[in-house]
DNA sequence: CCTTGACCTTCCCATGACTGGAAGGACTAT
DNA sequence: ATAGTCCTTCCAGTCATGGGAAGGTCAAGG
């Protein structure tokens, strides 16, 4: 199966799978042309990698959760131990963009949003307003 | 001021303060000796840059802003709309990882966590079980 | 006057995970 | 033969820095 056929099955795009091959994340086969010419279980790998990306892992996550799906005698506990320290990664940052919105928030609801140049949002960048205590 | 006392009352790093100036948000004046010497204007500037990269806006809005800010005939509409525009990126990212943080709160929750294969957060990237309807 | 150390300068490279584009080879259909 | 689509590699750019090298400047102490 050529690149194009496989992108269109992975949902990744071409350069995408290519950069996949370049870091290491998976080995195609070679046609005589030159062609990338990948199996089933490329296919797998890709799909495998798609939705780990897609839950927010990193290249290196997936590459370490690839080998744990690949090894026989692996333990669930690293597994766990991987996704778990993604999600307080990614509740991290739900709590920092939090804090973002809601401090945003309350600035474009306080400002009038008009022709006039008085603004609350310039004035807390500006530092010349007290934020909320 | 040089960049040093300039990078301990704004709170950024030195290194960061030179990119600012190459990327033009900041333009402080030269000494004799070729250092940067830094006023009470570049400080401000640089104050209302961090305040404003803190609540997540891109270094071009940050540049929109201090051009606005800086404009006493400004609109508070042309302000309000960057910010608005802001806040609804960072709302769309909170929902995207907060759809994250569901379907790996379960899958973490789901998997056992010990010496054993058996691994549900495996069986879901695998694509093997049919995540929830 | 010389040295040490702290500061400053510019320049280039690296990050993460791609994305875009150029130059050129391979295949398919007419 | 030619046109069009696919494939290849390689290089550069993204965003907002951070790290570090090589070298100039300055203030203090001996």
Redesign the interface.
Known sequence: MNIGETAEKSGLPAKTIRYYEDIGLIKPKRSANGYRDFDAQDL?KL??IG??R???FAIEDCRN?LA??E???????D???I??E??QR??G??AQ??S??D???D??HA?????????P??G????MLAPKL
Chains 1, 2 share one sequence.
């Open positions: 797998h799909a495998f939705r780990a897609a839950l927010g959760l744990l799906y090894d026989a005698e692996r333990a669930s506990a597994v766990k131990r996704a778990h993604h999600l990614i509740e940052k739900i963009l939090q973002m919105q401090t945003l928030s600035l474009v400002c009038s949003g008009d022709h006039r140049p008085d603004c949002i310039l807390d960048l500006s530092g």
